[in-house]
């Protein structure tokens, strides 16, 4: 084993000789030759150094090239990072100019209900529609109470948003409510409130005016709202506009509505109204708000007042002494457009009184007998149109 090792010791010194031998180097200059001798150690201490230098300028160049390759992905990242920024903030511009919209939004629907209300009601506060509500903060409650599931900033917003939604839902099913009332107080004149309406939409017209608010605004809630609100507004008018007070003060009737003997000949005749019977001079008055569209004489009736109340409704007030009222006046209920006389054909001093319809005479008594129930509601109705009058 020693000898082995000595073998292997022999052979590398052999190897590390024919790899690194003694040198020498002659140089001759000007006549003269130098001798110059390189040693192992030196060779060895010359190649040590080379490979160190290789080593270290190798090392340098990985290093910056590792650097280089650092650099490279720190830009990349601060470029990801920075249109990551770029795009949040592209989300938070976009996410403010929806809560500017949705504000917008809200604003002009409070601004379609505020002026609906005003229109209809004459209210113009935060209040606007307790009296048909009967509210008490309740639903303010309930929107407070919402799950929201969005960003703080926008919460108030969205409790904004429902509780107009609200609103508008139960308003609309107050307004609905109150409509009915007024249509059940037209069915009890033997009229049809449906028919009215759809005689009164077929006469419409105007100049094109665009909506210059925004269509987004009317959601659903709303548009039914303005519908319901449309609705009680034509037939509170038209309630309004049927002819239940009384033409003179006159308590009783010489003639009833329907068949009777003609005072004249005693042949049987159909009277196409009632007679109040008077003295001279009497006052006529509107039996309901309306526009007078006839003052002279008819044949037979003598001197005559006639007032349009819309929906086709016309009264006729006949054998008048004078007149106090001239074509295109606007009446209304109870206010004195004539005289009681005896013109025309006529036995002596009366008041006959007529309502027709669409031009066919109808029974004046069921005008004239009207429930209390459904003279309260012509006086709701009255009220609520002076209030609305009054606030311009």
Not at 153 to 164: H, I, N, S, T, Y
Not at 266 to 275: N, T, V
Request: charged share 25%; glycine share 10%.
């Amino acid at each position: 084993m020693l000898q082995l090792n000595s073998q292997r010791a022999v052979a590398l010194r052999a190897w590390w000789n024919a790899l690194c031998p003694e040198r020498e180097i002659f140089l001759r200059s000007g006549g003269q030759v130098k001798f110059l001798r390189i040693s192992r150690r030196a060779q060895l201490w010359t190649l040590g150094g080379t490979a160190a230098l290789l080593l270290g300028w190798g090392g340098v160049t990985a290093a910056m090239a590792i650097d280089g390759m650092a650099l490279k992905q720190e830009r990349a990242a601060l470029a990801a990072k920075g249109q990551s920024v770029a795009k949040a903030a592209g989300k938070v511009a976009d996410y403010r100019k929806s809560v500017d919209q949705l504000a917008q939004d809200l604003e002009a629907r409070q601004d379609f209900m505020d002026e609906l209300y005003r229109a209809h009601f004459g209210g113009d506060d935060d209040k606007a529609g307790e009296d048909l509500l009967g509210t008490d903060g309740q639903d303010e409650k309930a929107a407070q109470q919402t799950k929201i599931s969005i960003a703080p900033e926008a919460a108030p917003l969205m409790r904004l948003q429902d509780r107009q939604r609200r609103f508008a839902l139960l308003l609309t099913g107050a307004v609905e409510r109150r409509a009915e009332r007024a249509a059940a107080a037209i069915r009890s004149f033997g009229l049809d409130p449906d028919k009215l309406a759809r005689n009164a939409a077929r006469a419409q017209g105007g100049p094109f005016v665009p909506w210059n608010g925004d269509e987004k605004a009317l959601t659903g809630e709303l548009e039914e709202l303005a519908d319901a609100m449309a609705r009680m507004e034509f037939l509170e008018r038209s309630l309004l506009s049927i002819p239940s007070g009384q033409p003179t003060s006159t308590p009783m009737l010489s003639s009833s509505y329907g068949y009777r003997r003609d005072p004249f000949n005693g042949h049987a005749a159909f009277h196409a109204g009632l007679d109040f019977p008077g003295h001279r001079g009497q006052p006529i008055n509107a039996a309901a708000d309306g526009k007078v569209s006839f003052v002279g004489q008819r044949s037979g009736y003598g001197n005559v007042v006639e007032v349009t109340h819309g929906n086709g409704i016309m009264t006729r007030y006949a054998h008048l002494s004078g007149f106090a009222a001239h074509i295109g006046d606007k009446v209304a209920r109870g206010a004195t457009i004539g005289r009681m006389g005896s013109t025309g054909r006529s036995t002596g001093p009366h008041l006959h009184f007529e309502v027709r319809l669409n031009g066919q005479a109808i029974n004046p008594r069921r005008f004239l007998e009207a429930r209390k129930d459904v003279l309260q509601v012509q006086q709701i109705a009255k009220a609520r149109f002076a209030d609305v009058g009054n606030r311009g």
